[in-house]
């Protein structure tokens, strides 16, 4: 058997992302992702992952190093890459990325516009072709559309924790099934933003109460419920709960 075929773990990316954002952009990007998912380094309330160019080369061993510099260039340029450099030594000028899973999600997305469709089921989205939007018709998101790499795990169970002070991890199997089932009934990142804002407004200072600020309790079966709760003053609490500021982060997950 030859021993070009599979003999080592493969690199595994979506048509769809390709499609989306050049095939070698989908590579660079689910590479990253998979790293953002594993990093302990926190700073400014999100995971980076923090590589020179030859150490990319070492995983992208067919691209040169102008190609991967190229590459995370666009995805800058696109906005779903975020660079910075967070460096003990000043000297070290080791570039830091993360993914904007926000940006991630609107490009996923259809989205809607003002004027009645023909055949309701379908609405005016967009994807890219050669760096530039086309218009395509995209089937209303379903459960059959959505997969997981367009559910941002990290930023969601990342905000929960910066919110409520906890160290859930994002890859825990059932943290994810619940997130992915609100996400299936079309429930976005802004939702489970404002659910967590709700509760912890409500529970935080609660010392019986403080105990379900979890992913089981919040993205549970009363999600929606919570989504909608009123007379919770969230605003008031930004900005004047000391605890937040300091938490610390280098603990990461643990």
């Given at each position: 058997?030859?021993n070009?075929?599979l003999?080592?773990?493969?690199?595994?990316?979506?048509?769809?992302?390709?499609?989306?954002?050049?095939?070698?952009?989908?590579?660079?990007?689910?590479?990253l992702?998979?790293?953002?998912?594993?990093?302990?380094?926190?700073?400014?309330?999100?995971?980076?992952?923090?590589n020179?160019?030859?150490?990319?080369?070492?995983?992208?061993?067919?691209?040169s190093?102008?190609?991967?510099?190229?590459?995370?260039e666009?995805?800058?340029?696109?906005?779903?890459?975020?660079?910075?450099?967070?460096?003990?030594n000043?000297?070290?000028?080791?570039?830091?990325?993360?993914?904007?899973?926000?940006?991630?999600?609107?490009?996923?997305?259809?989205?809607?516009?003002?004027?009645?469709?023909?055949?309701?089921?379908?609405?005016?989205?967009?994807?890219?072709?050669?760096g530039?939007?086309v218009?395509?018709?995209?089937?209303?998101?379903t459960?059959?559309?959505?997969?997981?790499?367009?559910?941002?795990?990290?930023?969601?169970?990342?905000?929960?924790n910066?919110?409520?002070?906890?160290?859930?991890?994002?890859?825990?199997?059932?943290t994810?099934?619940?997130?992915?089932?609100?996400?299936k009934e079309?429930?976005i990142?802004?939702?489970f933003?404002?659910?967590?804002?709700?509760?912890?407004?409500?529970?935080?200072?609660?010392?019986?109460?403080n105990q379900?600020?979890?992913?089981?309790?919040?993205?549970?079966?009363?999600?929606?419920?919570?989504?909608?709760q009123?007379?919770?003053?969230?605003?008031?609490?930004?900005?004047?709960?000391?605890?937040?500021?300091e938490?610390?982060?280098?603990?990461?997950?643990?």
């Open positions: 058997m030859s070009l075929l003999d080592e773990q493969p690199l595994v990316v979506l048509p769809k992302l390709a499609s989306l954002i050049g095939l070698n952009e989908a590579i660079a990007l689910q590479q992702h998979y790293w953002v998912e594993r990093s302990k380094n926190e700073k400014e309330g999100t995971y980076w992952v923090y020179t160019v030859e150490e990319w080369r070492e995983q992208f061993p067919f691209w190093k102008n190609t991967v510099i190229r590459t995370f666009k995805l800058e340029k696109k906005e779903l890459v975020s660079t910075g450099c967070f460096n003990r000043k000297s070290d000028r080791t570039k830091w990325y993360t993914i904007n899973y926000d940006q991630l999600t609107k490009l996923s997305s259809p989205s809607t516009q003002d004027e009645k469709m023909d055949n309701p089921k379908w609405v005016n989205g967009s994807s890219t072709q050669d530039q939007l218009n395509q018709r995209l089937p209303q998101t459960s059959e559309t959505t997969t997981e790499d367009n559910i941002p795990f990290v930023q969601i169970v990342s905000y929960l910066v919110q409520a002070k906890t160290s859930y991890r994002p890859a825990t199997k059932k994810k099934q619940l997130i992915a089932a609100r996400w079309g429930f990142l802004e939702d933003k404002r659910v967590v804002d709700n509760k912890v407004a409500e529970w935080l200072n609660d010392s019986k109460m379900y600020l979890r992913p089981e309790t919040l993205f549970g079966t009363k999600f929606e419920s919570y989504l909608n009123k007379g919770v003053n969230t605003d008031a609490r930004i900005g004047q709960d000391p605890i937040l500021s938490y610390d982060f280098s603990k990461g997950w643990d």
